[in-house]
């Protein structure tokens, strides 16, 4: 059975980590990084700016290594597991828009405070919403890039 995760960073964490491969996550999380399976799915979050990078796969089941690693993004996460990118934006797009119809987000006028936790499982549904909301942005962000080629 495929799970759906948030996963929540800051840019400059996402963009490194995306190009490593990898995703990160520390001690507190050990318990729930249990159920994160190869063929998992998640949406990349951006806390700063509210907002979506994209989609990825998760390709390992998560792991425990305290070793030391290069990548400043994972030095404090010794829980590990493969990404790969599926939907993945150059910018990250806000969320907002899609706040009142997602069903994980109980308290509509707290909706940040749904963002705030490293991890976090969310409805099908819910990650369905926000992969069609990336998939329309993407091609309009796209048709627009070659309209201005093409004048």
């Known amino acids: 059975m495929t799970n759906y995760w948030l996963l929540v960073g800051d840019e400059d964490t996402w963009v490194a980590l995306i190009k490593s491969g990898y995703w990160g996550i520390k001690k507190v999380w050990k318990r729930k990084s249990r159920k994160i399976k190869c063929g998992d799915k998640a949406v990349a979050y951006v806390k700063f700016f509210s907002a979506i990078f994209g989609t990825v796969e998760i390709i390992s ?36 828009p899609l706040i009142k119809n997602l069903s994980f987000i ?21 990650f369905e919403l926000i992969s069609a909301y990336l998939q329309r942005n993407l ?5 627009f890039i070659n309209n201005i080629k093409n004048t």
């Not at 707290?110 to 549904?125: G, L, V």
């Not at 091609?139 to 048709?143: C, F, G, V």
Request: net charge positive.
């Open 106 to 126: 109980r308290n509509k006028k707290k909706w940040y405070a749904y963002f705030q936790t490293s991890i976090r499982n969310i409805p099908k549904q819910d």
């Open 139 to 143: 091609k309009q962000r796209t048709e």
């Open 61 to 96: 089941d998560a792991y425990y290594d305290e070793k030391a690693t290069e990548l400043e993004a994972l030095k404090n996460c010794p829980i590990r597991f493969r990404i790969k990118p599926d939907i993945f934006l150059v910018e990250p797009i806000t969320i907002r």
